[in-house]
């Protein structure tokens, strides 16, 4: 499941107030998982990880809004936590070429 769910309450002093909450999922890309080594150019390959698993990303917000006249002060605050994240790794591959894996 990959919910979204948002929370507003407006004050009868011109404040509202707002929460969220979203859960998604980004997989990784077709060329992520090839096994293969591919040559980007005469310096640089690229091979896949066909193990990677999808992120997972949870995400957190709260907000506030205070309307005085025609002026709007918001203060906003979030945090997003992901897991498996994917992430490039470039090495050595032969002397003056690099690998880039994920």
Known sequence: ??????FSYN??????????YSRRIQRPRGW????FIT???AYNVRRGNPDLLPEYIDSYELS????????TFSVD???????NKIERIRSVYQENIFLRTY
Do not use: C
């Not at 506030?64 to 002026?71: A, E, T």
């Not at 605050?77 to 897991?83: E, G, H, I, P, W």
């Open 11 to 20: 004050t009868p002093k011109e404040n509202q107030f707002m929460a969220s």
């Open 64 to 71: 506030h809004i205070l309307k005085f006249g025609r002026n």
């Open 39 to 41: 040559w980007s150019d």
């Open 77 to 83: 605050a979030y945090y997003r936590v992901t897991n």
């Open 1 to 6: 499941l990959f919910p979204t769910v948002h």
């Open 32 to 35: 992520y998982l090839e096994p």
